[in-house]
């Protein structure tokens, strides 16, 4: 009997981590090019070039947690080992040491490696645990959308509270490095209490043994293609999130500023990055709600394909909005329908990877979850990586200057101007051409999940 308080326990896995890679997604870029003192050049290489490791590790994770044997089960026991190395690897990625300037570069590279490595041990067995909490397609997109719904809980209070965090502990004398340092340590200890309770609020049903050899696993995950499809499908959708949100710091420093204010029916407010990308993050649990009801209806990729291809619109839309009180209205409401689209379509990514996972068991007999939710994370880090590259290489192509208080010219915010809108607008597009030729639709996993149950209920017996 599966029960409201795992799925609850579910979310809470991901609500943590999406603490920590929303702040990464959103602000590392900035901190390193203004506050850390890389080059926006550095920066990009830094991000990109570290994706090599991870293109080794996730799998490899993969293959470790598929063939891991605990009485907590394959999966969840790394909720309880992983949890205080992620805490506090993501704290050092936020110091900035008191050394030169190939001293920083060599510190920053160590620790975003440690952090990606952590992340990888911890995130590939949570999201891998979907394929062995239940064996219903269905069931799986509801814990998926509980995952996601809390992510964006964890991912709002994240956003919101980062940049008053970062002021108060200033207020209090920090330095600006330091106030981001401890910033961060208050995020750490919150993604600690969540990853535990994670762990002690959820438990592994099905009983998948993975028998064949590393190799037959490799080659079965090679020749899946809805396998190839779906990496395609989310590498978009993590690049579409990134470029917006990692670009956000920079559109309200320099092309709103920071010292805008709204009128909304009577009230006064500042309209700055973290209000904006916070109201995201709240619409991104509309978003999840909406989810199970529209893929029921529609299937998943259906769903998929309807969504995206709204985002596209609605990014290009973007960029015509005025430089005015009324325009930065328009700003806010674009932002809570396209939050709203990248809220459903996210819960539906973790879904289709339970689902290729089943497929892939079915077709060749691999018991391989954990490979094939690494390579999720692996997705979700090279979409996050190439998105953050991006900004650093197309700001500095537009002329973008690093320098406080300096005025940007008109080529660099018609830079930062794209990378909101026309930009992730093709990479969305891009994701429905993907999507639309993904080969397994409602009907198709219907008829996956009878005969995996009849498979499985045969070799228990055995």
């Known amino acids: 009997m599966i029960t409201l308080k795992e799925k609850i326990g579910y979310g809470f896995g991901d609500m943590a981590s999406s603490m920590f890679w929303k702040i990464f997604s959103y602000y590392l870029p900035i901190f390193y090019s203004n506050i850390f003192g890389l080059s926006l050049g550095d920066t990009a ?5 570290t994706r090599i490791w991870d293109a080794v590790s996730d799998p490899m994770m993969g293959v470790i947690a598929d063939r891991t044997h605990t009485r907590w089960g394959k999966y969840r026991p790394y909720l309880l080992w992983i949890a205080l190395p992620f805490s506090i690897c993501g704290v050092l990625l936020f110091t900035t040491p008191s050394v030169g300037a190939t001293g920083k570069l060599v510190w920053a590279y160590v620790t975003y490696i440690l952090m990606m490595t952590v992340y990888t041990a911890i995130n590939v067995p949570y999201g891998a645990m979907l394929g062995v909490i239940t064996e219903q397609s269905d069931m799986k997109t509801v814990f998926s959308s509980y995952r996601m719904f809390f992510a964006y809980i964890g991912s709002f209070i994240a956003i919101f509270a980062w940049e008053p965090l970062c002021g108060w502990f200033t207020s209090l004398g920090s330095s600006v490095t330091s106030a981001w340092q401890y910033s961060m340590v208050v995020i750490a200890l919150l993604c600690l209490v969540f990853f535990f309770a994670c762990f002690g609020m959820t438990r592994e049903r099905v009983k998948s043994l993975s028998t064949a050899s590393v190799w037959k696993d490799f080659r079965s995950l090679v020749s899946n293609v809805p396998w190839w499809l779906l990496i395609g499908a989310a590498l978009c959708c993590n690049l579409f999130n990134t470029l917006r949100g990692a670009t956000a710091a920079y559109f309200f420093k320099d092309y709103i500023g920071n010292d805008v204010s709204l009128n909304l029916g009577g009230f006064s407010f500042l309209f700055y990055a973290g209000l904006f990308l ?19 209806r529609l299937g998943k990729k259906s769903t998929y394909i ?18 005015s009180g009324t325009g930065f209205l328009l700003m806010l409401l674009l932002q809570v329908v ?25 077709k060749d007999g691999t018991a391989s979850t954990g490979l094939i939710f690494s390579s999720s994370s692996m997705a979700q880090k090279f979409g996050g990586a190439f998105g953050g590259a991006m900004v650093m290489w197309i700001l500095s192509m537009f002329g973008y200057n690093t320098s406080e208080g300096v005025v940007q010219t008109p080529d660099a915010l018609n830079g930062i101007n794209l990378l909101m809108s026309w930009i992730p607008a093709a990479v969305a597009l891009l994701a429905v051409v993907v999507v639309y030729f993904y080969p397994l639709t409602k009907s198709k996993m219907e008829d996956i999940d009878r005969r995996l149950q009849t498979m499985r209920s045969e070799t228990s017996i055995l």
């Open 306 to 323: 309807s969504t995206m291809g709204m985002l596209v619109v609605l990014s290009i839309l973007f960029f015509y909005v005025p430089y």
């Open 45 to 49: 290489v830094l991000l990109l070039v």
């Open 338 to 362: 396209i939050s709203i689209g990248t809220g459903i379509v996210s819960p539906l990514l973790w879904s289709m990877y339970a689902d290729v996972s089943d497929y892939a068991e079915l």
């Open 278 to 296: 916070g109201i995201g993050e709240v619409c991104n649990m509309i978003g999840v709600a909406l989810t199970v009801p529209l893929s029921r």
